[in-house]
């Protein structure tokens, strides 16, 4: 598969890190914090009710998410960039379909979907190609479908940095918006924003953490 380069630069470094990666949000320390489990059995809730379609798990990593939404009675799969995180997904779940991709370009018809979770995976990509992303989910979700977005927020900065999970990573990009930033260009991708949360940061982490529930009108706005 042909990725940008600083995609390819993500994929490169969670392939590095992966299995130390998976065995981090095994552990109990990062167990999932009730906020969590709250706005995901919303989420839940929601997509399954709707009966629209499956729902993503887009940036899933290891799995365990989209594991834990699928005990929530969600036909859910999941995606990832990083071949050795689908490999150790398919692993530890293997009654659950992964697959190798970017998010910018779902294995998913229009309106397939009836939901989108992205938990912490969306903070690698420029500030400029969110809108082309946001417009993606929102072309691969069915009317009515339901997106929840969790995200460290912040100022408008950039690192440049290693990611270490107890291994060792080359250096790649991740960013930070302000939560209202985020908001608007979900709006402006065609979303209703249905809830906001912001978290505070847990201890050892310095960003806050803002969780965006939205949907997908059911009938596209007339001007
Ligand atoms: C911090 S991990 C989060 C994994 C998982 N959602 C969780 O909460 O445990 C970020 C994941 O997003 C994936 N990722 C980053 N950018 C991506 C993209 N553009 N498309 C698909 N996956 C991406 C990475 O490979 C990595 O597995």
Not at 78 to 88: N, Q, T
Request: hydrophobic letters at 40%; charged letters at 20%; proline letters at 8%.
């Amino acid at each position: 598969m042909e990725l940008p380069s600083h995609l390819d630069a993500v994929r490169q470094s969670y392939d590095a890190v992966a299995a130390d990666y998976a065995r981090t949000v095994e552990g109990p320390a990062v167990a999932l914090d009730p906020l969590s489990r709250a706005v995901l059995g919303a989420f839940a809730e929601l997509v399954t009710s709707a009966g629209a379609g499956p729902a993503a798990d887009v940036g899933c990593g290891p799995g365990k998410v989209t594991a834990y939404l699928s005990g929530l009675g969600v036909p859910v799969f999941g995606v990832d960039l990083s071949p050795r995180m689908v490999e150790l997904a398919r692993a530890a779940h293997p009654e659950l379909r992964f697959d190798v991709g970017p998010m910018s370009a779902l294995a998913a018809g229009d309106g397939e979907l009836g939901g989108v979770l992205a938990f912490y995976s969306t903070h690698h990509l420029p500030p400029e190609e969110l809108p082309a992303v946001y417009g993606e989910f929102l072309r691969a979700l069915a009317p009515g479908g339901h997106l929840l977005l969790v995200t460290r927020v912040g100022d408008e900065g950039h690192q440049h940095r290693r990611y270490g999970y107890g291994g060792d990573s080359a250096p790649f990009d991740s960013y930070r918006l302000p939560e209202d930033r985020i908001a608007e260009l979900l709006e402006r991708a065609g979303f209703t924003i249905e809830a906001r949360t912001l978290q505070a940061p847990e201890e050892g982490a310095k960003r806050p953490v803002a969780g965006f529930l939205a949907r997908k009108p059911a009938t596209a706005a007339t001007t």
